[in-house]
Nanobody
Framework: VRLVESGGGLVQAGGSLRLSCATSGNISSINAQGWYRQAPGERRSLVALIGIGGRTKYADSVQGRFTVSRDNAKNTVYLQMNNLKPEDTAVYYC?????????????????WGQGTQVTVSS
């Protein structure tokens, strides 16, 4: 299983970027896909998730500015980021949560991408 992110870069405040995460390999029983970010000196934190039924969850700081979506045919999840702010500067990581095992032995496993840098200048 491999997750490959793209779309990061340098943008001015108020600008937009779209991140993509292409998944390859044998993945089944996906519970959710999404994005986390980590700024220097800070812990990795959730940005946005999209579940099996399409239900989404966002960090309060990005609500209304970021949109997570996916294309199942392309095995790709996206993060559209609008009205970017300097505080959005971070390495963004793609995340895929899958269910492994069955019955009482079932558990969730998380795959991670290598990260893509997003830098927003003021």
């Amino acid at each position: 299983v491999r997750l490959v992110e793209s779309g990061g870069g340098l943008v001015q405040a108020g600008g937009s970027l779209r991140l993509s995460c292409a998944t390859s390999g044998n993945i089944s029983s996906i519970n959710a896909q999404g994005w986390y970010r980590q700024a220097p000196g800070e812990r990795r934190s959730l940005v946005a998730l999209i579940g099996i039924g399409g239900r989404t969850k966002y960090a309060d700081s990005v609500q209304g500015r970021f949109t997570v979506s996916r294309d199942n045919a392309k095995n790709t999840v996206y993060l559209q980021m609008n009205n970017l702010k300097p505080e959005d500067t971070a390495v963004y990581y793609c995340n895929v949560r899958v269910q492994l095992g069955a019955g009482d032995g079932a558990y969730e496993y998380q795959y991670w991408g290598q990260g893509t840098q997003v830098t927003v200048s003021s």
